[in-house]
């Protein structure tokens, strides 16, 4: 999964749900601040604008 803020506006943070089992995330970068596995996926970011927009790569098993 792939999350990107090209509008650096996620200056409080960002939390992203994926309704979908998964299993573990297996690599995240350290904007990752919380990740919830099990039913859904919940990922909740830092402040993003330092990031630049960049892509944030989050790995997962699914399950």
Sequence with gaps: MCVSDPTRAAR????????RPVAAVTAK??????ATTGASLKLT??????AKGATQKITVRLG
Excluded at 12 to 19: E, I, N, S, Y
Excluded at 29 to 34: E, F, G, K, L, M
Excluded at 45 to 50: E, K, M, Q, S, V
């Design 45 to 50: 970011f830092a402040d993003l604008g330092p």
């Design 12 to 19: 409080a943070g960002l939390t992203v749900t994926w309704d």
């Design 29 to 34: 970068p350290a904007t990752v601040t919380s």
